[in-house]
């Protein structure tokens, strides 16, 4: 089974800066897409970043400009740079990864972790 492990969540002032650690064990063979979401308590789960195979990322509107995420495919791993962090911005961060699993062909498994606070002061 494929496991997805959060690092790097915690308390930051507005304003302030965190960096969000991802990765990926187990039979791997590719990740099409690696990618965060976050959850306000009471709120949908949203997505934050994405990174695809190509280079190319996306970017909620809320977050344009000020995150930025990237991927090290070989470690299996993805990193969100969050700058200019809002009290909006508090949230439980969760990894998401697309992945083509050794032996299974080209067919594809959603993995998820199970999250990582992180919670911005005003």
């Known amino acids: 089974q494929v496991q997805l492990v959060e690092s790097g969540g915690g308390l930051v002032q507005a304003g302030g800066s965190q960096r969000l650690s991802c990765a990926a064990s187990g039979s791997i063979f590719h990740i099409n897409v690696m990618d965060w979401y976050r959850q306000a308590p009471g709120k949908q789960r949203v997505l934050v970043a994405a990174a695809f195979t190509g280079e190319r990322t996306t970017y909620g509107d809320s977050v344009k400009g000020r995150f930025t995420i990237s991927r090290d495919n070989a470690k299996n791993s993805v990193y969100l740079q969050m700058n200019s962090l809002k009290p909006e911005d508090t949230a439980k961060y969760y990894c998401?990864?697309?992945?083509?699993?050794?032996?299974?062909?080209?067919?594809?498994?959603?993995?998820w972790g199970q999250g990582t606070q992180v919670t911005v002061s005003s």
């Open positions: 998401h990864m697309e992945v083509i699993v050794l032996g299974e062909g080209s067919r594809s498994r959603d993995v």
